[in-house]
């Protein structure tokens, strides 16, 4: 709890937010590190409002869990940028590499767009990632504005059934802490 705790201050101080970890945020720091000392769930969602603190969470895990980089291959990825890895050649290799990564933290789910259209091919990249994750049961971590329905509209009934099977979900409400000094 102390280290996902003083990672995620640092964090919080690094993006010019001096707030301290009041009881709310401590809660939600206590909630992530059981899923991370139980692993019964390969996966965990952050859902919340704009402003919240779950990319900055997002940021603090991957810090705390890049520093037993030994055990895990950590990578944090926007979902627009999956999309636009996936789009190029001379990226599509990080595409690839999102799919069997150790962990992987998804940020802003839900932003990306649904749908890329390649040479007359319809393809679903976050999708693919979410399925292949899915199968191999690797940790994946996501952050989302979205809430259980709007996931089903978004993504269908079968990712929405395997994230409910498989993640542990956190709820972040609250004020947004962007413009706090």
Same mark, same amino acid.
């Given at each position: ?88 050649? @001379?990226?599509? %290799? +990080? ?7 150790? &962990? #992987? ?6 932003? $990306? ?14 999708? @693919?990632?979410? %399925? +292949? ?7 994946? &971590? #996501? ?6 329905? $709007? ?31």
């Amino acid at each position: 709890i102390n280290l996902l705790a003083s990672s995620y201050f640092t964090q919080m101080q690094s993006r010019g937010i001096s707030c301290p970890l009041d009881e709310m945020t401590l809660k939600r720091i206590e909630k992530i590190s059981k899923w991370l000392m139980k692993r019964s769930c390969p996966g965990l969602i952050i859902y919340g409002p704009c402003g919240t603190g779950k990319t900055t969470m997002a940021k603090a895990l991957q810090k705390l869990l890049s520093l037993g980089r030994k055990y895990y291959t950590v990578s944090c990825l926007n979902a627009c940028q999956i999309v636009e890895d996936f789009r190029s050649d @001379d990226t599509r %290799y +990080k595409y690839e590499k999102a799919k069997s990564v150790e &962990v #992987l933290l998804i940020d802003d789910l839900g932003c $990306e767009p649904e749908h890329l259209m390649l040479f007359g091919t319809l393809y679903e990249p976050i999708k @693919d990632i979410l %399925y +292949k994750r899915y199968d191999r049961m690797l940790i994946t &971590v #996501l952050t989302t504005n979205l809430g259980d329905e $709007e996931l089903y509209k978004r993504y269908g009934e079968r990712i929405a059934d395997r994230i409910k099977e498989t993640f542990d979900t956190i709820v972040f409400n609250g004020v947004s802490y962007r413009g706090r000094q």
